[in-house]
């Protein structure tokens, strides 16, 4: 059986919200926290673009902070699958403020996850491979296997040091 294909732009899709002051630290930025929902979210979207099914997250492999996010910003998130496994899928998310005043623009953090197609017996799924086609595709595209091989000794340290640590406690 051969395995189905999807260009990478089938799978884009963007979120832009306000940063209101309930949505601020003490320093005045938008909570980091905040912002990691908004990109399992957007990446949860593009996953779901690609097989058309259920997916999980499996990893958030990084999200890189590069400039604070203020209540005078918006904050737009633009997200698509750059590669495929047999059932995982890497998501990149680019998270973009914009001054509202201004207009200006600055790429404020970007994102890597990892999610996993799952049918309705939660199976994994087999999913379709994407074909990169613009320049920033193919270079997250190109760059993704080295990303994987990354993810999978870091997912092995994770469950050595899981097997180490303790679930008892002094005060239980």
């Avoid at 930025?29 to 990446?43: E, K, N, P, Q, V």
Wanted: with cysteine; charged share 25%.
């Amino acid at each position: 059986m051969e395995r189905a294909c999807k260009y990478v732009r089938e799978t884009r899709c963007f979120k832009t919200a306000r940063v209101f002051p309930s949505d601020v630290n003490n320093h005045n930025t938008l909570f980091g926290g905040r912002l990691m929902s908004y990109i399992d979210d957007i990446a949860s979207i593009a996953a779901a673009k690609l097989c058309r099914g259920n997916t999980v997250t499996a990893s958030t492999d990084s999200v890189d902070f590069l400039y604070p996010i203020t209540p005078s910003d918006s904050v737009m998130l633009e997200a698509f699958v750059t590669w495929t496994g047999r059932s995982s899928m890497e998501i990149f998310v680019k998270i973009v403020r914009e001054n509202l005043k201004t207009g200006d623009k600055v790429i404020a953090a970007t994102a890597f996850l990892t999610f996993v197609a799952m049918d309705e017996n939660n199976q994994k799924l087999l999913v379709p491979e994407v074909i990169p086609e613009t320049e920033e595709e193919i270079k997250l595209h190109q760059t993704a296997p080295a990303r994987a091989e990354q993810r999978r000794h870091r997912r092995q340290a994770s469950r050595e040091l899981a097997a180490f640590l303790t679930t008892e406690y002094p005060w239980e």
